[in-house]
């Protein structure tokens, strides 16, 4: 160990999980900057965060924004590495992502590494808070970035509605203020009073940006001993400016005139909410006894006995939620949010009512010991058991609470709950009154009363005093004999023992059941060894998505059964034993994680459940009613998803389009849910995988259970062919040919340009050829596109894959126009032809090795290997072992390749072009003039002037007129599934 005069305490007894095999240490620096160190030899990625205890509440009341704009800035060029995209250059040629973001009371930078690399990574990062330049012309650059970012925020209800809970509060609070900030606070505003927003950056991170209010965590392959010397060498540099962590001990709502008001709120989609909030104080310093999540608990309780169960019995409400929410230091908010239903919009007052009375009833019985030991018991459990994290998402969270918590306890503080202190419950409790209640209803039937409207969402909205009458009556609630406290849970586990295997154990999932009606694919675990199972099964029926109508019921189905089962598994989920059914285009998935122990039980109660489900009426109408909404708000979603969608919609061989699906909700009825069932059930096959602490004779007999049950409940079931069960194909776009699809869009002021070159069918090689290009053009791409040319806040390049075929995309949400966006795109392409062949054989080799890092990155957790399993039986791949297959190919590509390959791709007389431009309506959006174009507009290999694009003015008409590609054929030689009526 080195640098003894610049570390002033060293923390070696960190607490830590029985599971856990990293090493840790912590530091407090003689600039009083905190640390914690953590070592793991066997990683592949390594990350760190570094968290500055300030954010938007310290800004300048005159310069709303200049927090995020800080942010921002500090990743375009610092005093030792100049170069703007120096930091996301390095990265990105080493296998490394990052972000950052701020908050009210912090900001938080992180990133993430090739394992061998963390050294460079920490140098840069680090400057970020020694010497960052705020370099002038890169000023005035950025802040169009943080103008689109607030632009794309607009029509997003969750930012709409944070914003007015900010405007409603103390005017005199910086709580109130706009904390993403946009062209009118850091640009205009400050130009007409004379402010020089450069020099106030400069100020602000002088003044706040200091080492005794930072947390820096970092995660290594080193010993701690080396990582040790990395950190002190680099982050003692670091200014310490003695200056105090800022605290907001009076609260944002503090008078009168903030409690016991209801607003009416419209928002951009068809939603309908109810929120409940209360103001109670910061709760962190009792981490031990947590009592804002005891109250939690039981308020966002879904079992029986719930304000959950009853509201839904009343059909008032689809979900329901409860917790302490975001707040600074000093100050917090307890909240209950209620999804409303047509009828419950119209009995607002008395689900209020209703939460009273169970508030009442929680205060009737008092802090119940045995559910606060039974909550904590299932934290302990889950601490003792918890699976490795992803290193960048682990290093945040621990940097953002490194200030709140002894070094010691930073890895338990907000697992474990150790003590029983009834008396912070009750002292909770007692903020949980109607003379302290604020009520948010969001709907769209409050356009015609929306009154006033706030100033920078635009969010239209109706501010009143509730009535004294109403306060009185909730005030006077009394109890409800509905309301009670839940039962004892039935799912913690008890049995923790690792299975021994039966046999040798593969590597990679095997059949070891397959009868024309379930395949079972099983793998032990033998890696994680941790008392957990992970069960996939695929329900395939031809009747899934055979028309929207069939779509539709599939769909409803599946609502309706989460529906009618979340009351009885709730307390499976309670202990982190989890499931879910979804559908897809082939049929419902069902998927089941945890503790293995009483996993059997839940997964039996499941299909018994669909096997033997009734539609309730009730249910059904107001679950149709809200898949009918979620259809039509799709078209509020933002403009780069509806150019991902049409993209798919536009190459799927088979896409039900949500116009076609929502003409066909007419024809939903009780009755025809209810007869789609067995139908559904009596044509089909199940795919399985199980993989986990679990045997090989288990898995078998779950497998023949699970057929048994459905072969004895459906008399007449038949098997599916094996030509029944092929997958979907994909449009092959037509040889040098270029299509254009434009849609409109009414909700968003930004439009969205998405370019997609389809480079053919899926293998080893061009996987290969393919991602070694997007890694390539990836950094350029951002830096070109967001970062010099300002074209929007949104740009990404990728692999776009679908139905065994690919290509490249290139996504830009823009407040230009999708013609003048799309020149840039080209332009930008066009430039690589001469970019690719520059490279050095160390650049090049770099993005070779940055992929195979990626590629190549172990799973930190169990459920993660099962994804990937899974993805390849459904997918019908059955590639195991694709990543080790594919890199070794990728290690053999050279530079020529890829240029012929990006030739090849962009080569007019083959290249396979389709653009989909999303036009805004909601603004006069002109093609831009200037400085279009320098190179030329459409790129062909030797430089002549662009193709016109066909455009597709009709998808049918376009689909029909193209061929298919065929499906992929299996990596593995492995049977076809299904039944087998013949060799043809």
């Known amino acids: 160990m080195v640098h003894h005069n610049l570390i002033e305490k060293r923390y070696d007894n960190i607490t830590k ?3 856990d095999k990293r090493e840790y240490r912590g530091l407090l620096l003689s600039n009083k900057m ?10 592949d990625k390594s990350a760190a965060a570094l968290n500055v205890n300030i954010g938007y509440l310290s800004e300048p009341d005159d310069l709303p924004g200049l927090a995020h704009f800080c942010e921002h800035m500090l990743f375009l060029g610092t005093e030792k590495y100049p170069e703007k995209n120096d930091y996301n250059k390095y990265l990105s040629q080493n296998g490394g992502t990052y972000n950052a973001s701020t908050y009210m009371d912090h900001t938080l930078y992180y990133f993430d590494v090739h394992a061998e690399k963390l050294k460079g990574a920490l140098d840069r990062f680090a400057q970020f808070f020694i010497a960052p330049l705020f370099t002038e012309a890169l000023t005035e650059l950025e802040l169009n970035a943080i103008h689109m970012e607030c632009k794309k925020n607009l029509a997003n209800d969750t930012w709409r509605l944070d914003q007015l ?32 927003v450069r020099e106030k950056l400069l100020e602000f991170h002088n003044k706040f940006y200091s080492s005794n209010i930072m947390a820096l965590s970092v995660f290594g392959k080193e010993s701690l001993d080396e990582l040790e010397q990395m950190v002190v060498e680099l982050f003692s540099q670091v200014k310490n400016k003695d200056i105090t962590v800022p605290t907001w001990p009076e609260h944002p709502f503090n008078s009168k005139q903030h409690f016991q008001n209801r607003w009416y709120v419209v928002p951009i989609k068809d939603i309908r909410n109810l929120y409940i909030i ?33 509201l839904k019995a009343k059909g008032w409400c689809n979900s329901l939620g409860s917790g302490k929410r975001l707040g600074a230091r000093g100050f917090s908010f307890f909240a209950v ?41 299932i934290a302990n459990i889950n601490f003792r058991f918890k699976e490795k994290g992803y290193p960048c998402d682990y290093v945040s969270g621990i940097a953002q609470i490194l200030y709140d918590y002894p070094m010691e306890e930073i890895l338990i503080a907000e697992h474990l709950f150790p003590l029983w202190k009834p008396d912070l419950i009750t002292w909770v409790m007692e903020y949980l009154k109607p003379e302290n209640v604020r009520i948010h209803v969001v709907a769209k039937l409050y356009e015609d009363i929306a009154d006033e409207t706030e100033k920078w969402y635009g969010v239209k909205f109706k501010k009143e005093k509730i009535p004294q009458n109403i306060i009185s009556k909730w005030i006077n609630a009394g109890l409800n004999s509905d309301l009670q406290l839940p039962p004892k849970n039935e799912f913690i586990p008890e049995k923790f023992d690792i299975k021994p295997a039966e046999s040798t154990i593969s590597k990679f999932p095997v059949i070891i059941e397959d009868t024309p009606l379930i ?29 929207p109508l069939s779509c539709n019921l599939t769909y409803i189905f599946v609502l309706l059964f989460r529906d009618a089962l979340n009351e009885y598994a709730y307390a499976a989920d309670i202990v982190g034993l989890k499931w879910e059914l979804t559908n897809s285009k082939y049929g419902m998935t069902l998927g089941i994680v945890g503790y293995d122990d009483k996993q059997q039980v839940l997964l039996n109660k499941i299909i018994d459940k669909m096997i033997n489900f009734k539609v309730d009426p009730k249910r059904f109408e107001i679950w149709k009613e809200n898949y009918i909404r979620s259809l039509k708000n799709y078209k509020a979603e933002q403009p780069y998803q509806h150019a991902v969608y049409y993209l798919a919609v536009l190459l799927s061989e088979q896409i039900w389009m949500k116009d076609e699906l929502l003409n066909a909700t007419s024809h939903l009825t009780v009755e025809r849910v209810q007869n789609f069932i067995p139908q559904f059930l009596n044509k089909i096959h199940m795919e399985c995988l199980i993989h986990g602490n679990i045997t090989m004779s288990e898995a078998i007999e779950t497998a023949k259970s699970i057929e048994s049950k459905l072969s004895n409940a459906v008399p007449h079931i038949v098997p599916l062919l094996s030509r029944q069960l092929i997958l979907h194909r994909e449009i092959k776009l037509e040889d040098g040919c270029q299509f254009l699809f434009e849609v409109k869009t009414k909700f968003h002021s930004n439009s969205c340009t998405q370019v997609y070159y389809q480079t053919g069918l899926q293998s080893t090689e061009s996987n290969m050829l393919l991602e070694l290009l997007a890694q390539i053009l990836s950094e350029p791409c951002f830096t070109t596109l967001r970062t010099k040319e300002q074209l929007g806040y949104i740009v990404f390049s990728g692999v776009r894959r679908t139905n065994g075929a690919q290509g490249l995309r290139i996504i830009v949400q823009s407040d230009r126009h999708p013609k003048y966006v799309e020149q840039r795109i080209n332009a930008f392409l066009n430039s690589m032809l001469q970019y690719i062949p520059s490279m050095t054989k ?6 070779k090795e940055s992929l195979a890092i990626r590629r190549l990155e172990k799973p930190k957790q169990m459920t993660t290997l099962s994804a990937i399993f899974w993805s390849e039986i459904i997918s019908q791949q059955y590639n195991f072992d694709r990543a080790n297959i594919e890199v070794a190919y990728l290690k053999t590509i050279t530079q020529e390749q890829i240029l012929k390959f990006y030739k090849e791709i962009f080569q007019n007389d083959i290249q396979r072009k389709l653009s989909v431009h999303v036009l805004s309506t909601l603004k006069d959006v002109k093609l831009e003039d200037e400085n279009v174009m320098e190179s030329n507009e459409y790129i062909s290999s030797d430089g002549t002037n662009n193709i016109e694009p066909k455009k597709i003015d009709d998808i049918i008409s376009f689909k029909i007129s193209q061929c298919l590609y065929p499906l992929l054929k299996p990596f593995s030689d492995i049977p076809r599934k299904g039944a087998h009526s013949s060799k043809l």
Do not use: C
Request: charged share 25%.
């Open 17 to 19: 999980s029985p599971n």
């Open 34 to 43: 905190r640390v914690l160190l953590i070592s793991d030899p066997t990683t």
């Open 165 to 196: 809970d900010r405007s409603s509060a103390d005017p005199s609070h910086p709580f109130s203020k706009f904390a993403t900030g946009n062209k009118e606070t850091l640009d205009i505003i400050p130009k007409q009073k004379g402010i020089n």
């Open 278 to 310: 209360f103001p109670i104080p910061d709760l962190r310093e009792h981490y031990k006894s947590a009592p804002a999540h005891y109250i939690s608990h039981l308020l966002g309780h879904e079992g029986e006995g719930s304000l959950l169960s009853l």
């Open 337 to 377: 949010f209620v999804d409303l239903t047509e009828e419950g919009i119209q009995h607002v007052d008395d689900i209020v009512l209703l939460t009273f009375q169970y508030i009442n009833m929680l205060n009737k019985h008092g802090p119940v010991e045995w559910i606060y030991n039974e909550y904590r018991d």
């Open 519 to 547: 395949r079972l694919w099983f793998k032990q675990d033998d890696e994680f060894l941790i008392p957990r199972a992970n069960l996939f099964i695929d329900f395939v029926s031809p009747l899934a998505y055979m028309d």
């Open 842 to 847: 160390e650049e090049f080799n770099a993005h």
